[in-house]
T-cell receptor, first 109, second 112 residues
Framework: RKEVEQDPGPFNVPEGATVAFNCTYS??????FFWYRQDCRKEPKLLMS???SGNEDGRFTAQLNRASQYISLLIRDSKLSDSATYLC??????????FGKGTTLSVSS | NAGVTQTPKFQVLKTGQSMTLQCAQD?????MYWYRQDPGMGLRLIYY???????DKGEVPNGYNVSRLNKREFSLRLESAAPSQTSVYFC???????????FGPGTRLLVL
């Protein structure tokens, strides 16, 4: 079983839709959690960190459920510019980042 | 502020040739990383350097060597390129090993 698993999608949604991605991680010792965004043929960029209490950044909401070992990302009012691949990332103490394979989102007009 | 820069952007090699991928950061970060990204495989860590003077193997180190030349620069060397090393290579840096990583624009390598 991969340490970080995501549904690869693609998720095809119209502009204005709300879309949610989930990610599961297998190691309960994971300490830090992030969502990165990667545009086609570009480098990954940090979208947001994920905190235990959940956190919001504009239209984006991230949540962490340690008991079930999953992380979610909710995007409200989707824009065309949100089309990208979203990477779920976890970290345990003393290790480098562990990346999921990504979930592809396509927003259409 | 350039952030993380990588050279070259593209490279085509023949099997058996060698080359060095260069990475530099101007953010005074301590930690630097080399990843490869292949379709359907996600990002995989090749080598990392937690601080100047140290390097450690990641998930897929075979066929590669690295040098942390100074705090700014971290190079990745392919001594004898193989078609299996065709990939996109990303360098990243972070203030510390627990901190957010910032990625360079990548090097697209094709080994024939």
């Amino acid at each position: 079983r991969k340490e970080v698993e995501q549904d690869p999608g693609p998720f095809n949604v119209p502009e204005g839709a709300t879309v949610a991605f989930n990610c599961t991680y297998s190691n309960s010792a994971s300490q830090s959690f992030f969502w990165y965004r990667q545009d086609c043929r570009k480098e990954p960029k940090l979208l947001m960190s994920v905190y235990s209490s959940g956190n919001e950044d504009g239209r984006f909401t991230a949540q962490l459920n340690r008991a079930s070992q999953y992380i979610s990302l909710l995007i409200r009012d989707s824009k065309l510019s949100d089309s990208a691949t979203y990477l779920c990332v976890v970290k345990r103490a003393g290790t480098a980042l562990i990346f999921g394979k990504g979930t592809t989102l396509s927003v259409s007009s | 502020n350039a952030g993380v820069t990588q050279t070259p952007k593209f490279q085509v090699l023949k099997t058996g040739q060698s080359m060095t991928l260069q990475c530099a950061q101007d953010m005074n970060h301590n930690s630097m990383y080399w990843y490869r990204q292949d379709p359907g495989m996600g990002l995989r860590l090749i080598y990392y350097s937690a601080s100047e003077g140290t390097t450690d193997k990641g998930e897929v180190p075979n066929g590669y060597n690295v040098s942390r030349l100074n705090k700014r620069e971290f190079s990745l060397r392919l001594e004898s390129a193989a078609p299996s090393q065709t990939s996109v290579y990303f360098c990243a840096s972070a203030r510390g090993s627990q901190e957010t990583q910032y990625f360079g624009p990548g090097t697209r390598l094709l080994v024939l």
